[in-house]
T-cell receptor, first 114, second 116 residues
Framework: KQEVTQIPAALSVPEGENLVLNCSFT??????LQWFRQDPGKGLTSLLL???SQREQTSGRLNASLDKSSGRSTLYIAASQPGDSATYLC?????????????WGLGTSLAVNP | NAGVMQNPRHLVRRRGQEARLRCSPM?????VYWYRQLPEEGLKFMVY????????ESGMPKERFSAEFPKEGPSILRIQQVVRGDSAAYFC??????????????FGNGTRLTVT
């Protein structure tokens, strides 16, 4: 059974710091991995999607890496800003094809202090 | 292009009442997924539907819960005889049909159900 774990559960940093959020999964047979952001009381915003054949994806100040064999992904946030404060979730898709059922971690709650 | 639309945003029901949650997918998307986020727990998959078909309902409780995605209109998640344990945020996501496997899922803002 696939399980997704995110460490740390919570993180508080001063503005401007570079930081790394970790995600691990128990079954390396994933199809892709996706990082999301969730703001309090709001929906989920997709940040980055990494296909199983890829090693990393970048979008602006965000960089996500994937090491499928070791069951790990990291989300790197450069030069953090207060607006980055949110919960960051990672999720894996197990199956190829149209069933995009996601298995989720519990998230890392990030606070960036001005 | 409007995103995934869910309504209502907040729903309060007394124990024993019915709750109906609606989801309109993004334009051009024919696949809908429902997820539930319980307080202090992660998101859990409930059901995956295509137009007029339930494809995977392995995450949905066998009793009191049902889902549909009719040919016309939004997808509906229906909870009959609600109990306090049903209080949660319910999220809907949509994706394109064939060929969209590696495009990210798009989520709505969720419906927050409170059972009193």
């Amino acid at each position: 059974k696939q399980e997704v774990t995110q460490i740390p559960a919570a993180l508080s940093v001063p503005e401007g710091e570079n930081l790394v959020l970790n995600c691990s999964f128990t079954d390396s047979a994933i199809y892709n991995l996706q990082w999301f952001r969730q703001d309090p009381g709001k929906g989920l915003t997709s940040l980055l999607l990494i296909q199983s054949s890829q090693r990393e994806q970048t979008s602006g100040r965000l960089n996500a890496s994937l090491d499928k064999s070791s069951g790990r992904s990291t989300l790197y946030i450069a030069a953090s800003q207060p607006g980055d404060s949110a919960t960051y979730l990672c999720a894996v898709v197990l199956n190829a094809g149209n069933n995009r059922k996601l298995i989720w971690g519990l998230g890392t709650s990030l606070a960036v202090n001005p | 292009n409007a995103g995934v639309m869910q309504n209502p945003r907040h729903l309060v029901r007394r124990r024993g009442q019915e709750a109906r949650l609606r989801c309109s997918p993004m334009k051009g998307h024919s696949h809908v997924y429902w997820y539930r986020q319980l307080p202090e727990e992660g998101l859990k998959f409930m059901v995956y539907l295509q137009k007029e078909n339930i494809i995977d309902e392995s995450g949905m409780p066998k009793e009191r819960f049902s889902a549909e995605f009719p040919k016309e209109g939004p997808s509906i998640l229906r909870i009959q005889q609600v109990v306090r344990g049903d209080s949660a945020a319910y999220f809907c996501a949509s994706s394109p049909g064939t060929g969209g496997e590696n495009s990210p899922l798009h989520f709505g803002n969720g419906t927050r159900l409170t059972v009193t």
